[in-house]
Every structure is written in C-alpha cells, then in structure tokens.
C-alpha cells in the first residue's frame, strides 16, 4: 500500500511553455499533498504544501504564480511550470501524506519528474 | 525554527558488515517525529524507518535500527548486515507533531557498499 504515482517521470521543453507534472496516491486519500524540488546532490527543499479544495501554501522565495498548484481532489495534485526557463531545470518530487492512526500522518513519495528547458 | 544536520557527506561499509550514519537536530517543541529516508539511484524516496519522540524504546525495522538520544537530539541509522542494495542517499527528517505538514530534511549522507 501507500503508492504514489508521479507523472511524467521526464520531460524536456522549450523556454517560455508551461509543464504540468501529476502526483496521485493510488491506493489511499492523502490528507495533504507537497511539492519538494531537489537540486543535484542536495537535498529536497520544501516549494508548497496543498490540502484538497484550497489553495496551495507556499514556502517563503517560491513564487506562486510561476509554480500553479491544482488540488483537484483527495488524490490527485498537479504542479505547473509556467513559462518555464532554464533555471527552472531540476528534479521535481511529490509526496502525499496518509493518515496512519493516532492523527500520525506519514508521507509517501513519487518517484520524481525531471525537467529539462531548453 | 528547527534544523536537521548530517555531518557525515559520505560514508562507505563492507557488504554484511554494520554502519551508522549520524543525524542530529535542533527543535524547542517536546513532541515530535523523526523519520530516516532512502533515495536510491532511481531517486525514489523510500521510508526506511521511523521514530516518535515520546517512545522511549529505539525503532527497529529488521536490518535497520535507530539509536534516539532525545535529550543529546540525536537520531543515529544503524544499518546492519549491509547489502549492496542499501546504496544510496539516506536523509533525516524531522516533522513537527504540532503541525502535521512539513519535513525539514538534512543534507543526506551517501554510503556506498563495496563487495
């Protein structure tokens, strides 16, 4: 239990279009999805934190209106690069949190998407 | 505001022998979790284990063990038996149980398993 599908896994554009990446939890609800950008050999730094029907919160230097977070439903988030450029390059990985009892949330992970522009 | 730290860049073992790699953190809260992560080279992260503040008793989970040392905040990965698929990058990270969102990750610690 406790998959979470991340997609495309890898996607290569061309400066000035816009990219959306999906996240879903295929077998459970996520209580709250999140979006983490990881630099090569860095760790996952933080970009947003979205509950299901709200609007995304976003980490302080994360620019909202260039990264668009849609929280359709209880399974399904997507991420938007808008008019992506080439410092926008980089790995970009979701996570959903299920509930696991005793109000403990864990979260589970995509396997990423990387994104290339050109 | 609380930090994770992972002083150890790289680490390195002998396949079936043990390694720990270390973790420590900063935090003023008296209730929270502390969790150690796998990215492997498929970058898939992977929870490896667990930890809850409260629990005095040291989390295992089969061939990984943690060592918690609440008052030191210290929150060390033991790995024993070590395969050659326990390569990877291992992070520690920290979640507040007041506010059930965030992972505040360290750096990560890389060990390589030679045969």
């Known amino acids: 239990g406790a998959v979470v599908s991340q997609h495309p896994s890898w996607v290569i554009c061309k400066s000035g279009t816009s990219v959306k990446i999906e996240c879903r939890s295929l077998?459970?609800?996520?209580?709250?999805m999140f979006w983490y950008r990881q630099f090569p050999k860095q760790s996952l730094m933080l970009m947003a934190t979205?509950?299901?029907?709200?609007?995304?919160?976003?980490e302080q230097g994360v620019e909202k209106d260039k990264f668009l977070i849609n929280h359709a439903s209880l399974t399904l988030s997507t991420l938007t690069v808008t008019s992506a450029h080439p410092e926008d390059s980089s790995f970009y990985i979701c996570?959903?949190?299920?509930?696991?009892?005793?109000?403990?949330?864990?979260?589970?992970f995509g396997a990423g998407t990387r994104l290339s522009v050109l | 505001a609380q930090t994770v730290t992972q002083s150890q860049p790289e680490m390195s073992v002998q396949e079936a022998e043990t390694v720990t790699l270390s973790c420590t953190y900063d935090t003023s809260e008296s209730d929270y979790y502390l969790f150690w992560y796998k990215q492997p080279p498929s970058r898939q992260m992977i929870l490896v284990i667990r930890?809850?503040?409260?629990?005095?008793q040291n989390a295992t989970e089969n061939r990984f063990s943690v060592n918690f040392q609440k008052a030191a905040k210290s929150f060390s990965l033991k790995i024993s038996d070590s395969q050659l698929g326990d390569a990877a990058m291992y992070f520690c990270a920290y979640r507040s149980a007041l506010r059930t969102d965030k992972l505040i990750f360290g750096t990560g610690t890389r060990l390589q398993v030679f045969p």
């Open positions: 996570s959903a949190a299920r509930l696991e009892g005793q109000g403990r949330d864990i979260q589970y």
């Open positions: 979205s509950n299901e029907g709200s609007k995304a919160t976003y």
């Open positions: 930890q809850e503040a409260y629990k005095q």
């Open positions: 077998d459970f609800q996520a209580t709250t």
